[in-house]
């Protein structure tokens, strides 16, 4: 592997096995984000597995529908300044806002993830490639564990990859979606899983009374940003398997999370 390609291979190690997102809430609001979610209504709960499990749903449609037909990469800053904008209205609304915000955020990240995945050498014409931008939103939506096997991002991938499989070749044979297929539903399903871990954060920062309209524009900056980092750690590990085969990059990225 050359020099340059080893330390973008260290580069996303660092983004994907040591996601930041809680601590940069943390010292946004002051206090420990994880306490903070504990104290959320119960009415939070479900508010925010629905508005989670909706958020993917349409941007598994944008995915597959638009992005195919995008040529060329947006601007990273207009996606952060819209998702900053849609966090001031979650901010000033609460809760009661997450419906509307969680899936207009939600599809100007993706936005974002594949523009990061274009400029990474992905065909956005494969389903695979397609469906692998929504695959950032489970890997960026792991949180600290002390069992790397379940948690580490190849590990989370694995857990992925039979629905991702199967969902594309679903999709290649359609050629259209069929709304509530089995396999997109269960695809879906394990992304909102991991992905309503940080939705959760998020909303837990947004609905503290000091944080309010403008917080909650720096809260969603956050949230944008901690998901560009994860997509350009994975498109670049997906890059470099391309380039140098799997076995190698796996070999090479699990030295380098001992390392760190």
């Known amino acids: ?18 996601p930041d997102l809680a601590a940069r809430l943390t010292n946004m609001v002051g206090k420990p984000i994880e306490l903070i979610g504990h104290v959320l209504p119960a009415s939070a709960s479900h508010a925010i597995a629905t508005a989670t499990s909706k958020g993917l749903e349409v941007a598994l449609k944008v995915a597959l529908r638009t992005i195919r037909r995008t040529p060329h990469a947006g601007s990273q800053l207009l996606h952060k300044a819209l998702a ?22 939600t599809i100007i990240m993706l936005r974002s993830i594949a523009d990061i995945a274009q400029g990474e050498g992905e065909d956005l014409s494969n389903p695979e490639s397609a469906l692998s931008c929504l695959q950032v939103f489970a890997l960026g939506g792991r949180v600290g ?32 979606i ?70 190698l990059v796996r070999t090479e990225y699990e030295r380098l999370a001992q390392d760190h």
């Open 84 to 105: 900053t904008a849609s966090g001031a209205a979650g901010g000033a609304f609460g809760l009661a806002a997450l419906p509307i915000e969680l899936p207009v955020s």
């Open 178 to 247: 069929k709304e509530g297929g089995p396999v997109l539903v269960r695809f879906i399903t394990q992304v909102a899983s991991r992905f309503g871990v940080v939705v959760t954060q998020k909303v837990a920062a947004q609905t503290l009374p000091v944080v309010g309209a403008l917080g909650g524009a720096a809260v969603n900056y956050a949230f944008i940003e901690h998901f560009q980092e994860v997509a350009r750690g994975h498109f670049t590990v997906r890059r470099l398997e391309r380039v140098y085969g799997k076995n």
């Open 145 to 176: 564990s002390a069992d790397a096997s379940e948690s580490g991002y190849f590990a989370v991938r694995g857990m992925l990859a039979k629905s991702v499989t199967e969902a594309a070749r679903f999709v290649a044979e359609r050629g259209v």
């Open 1 to 18: 592997m050359t020099p340059e390609d080893l330390a973008a291979l260290q580069r996303a190690v660092q983004s994907l096995e040591h």
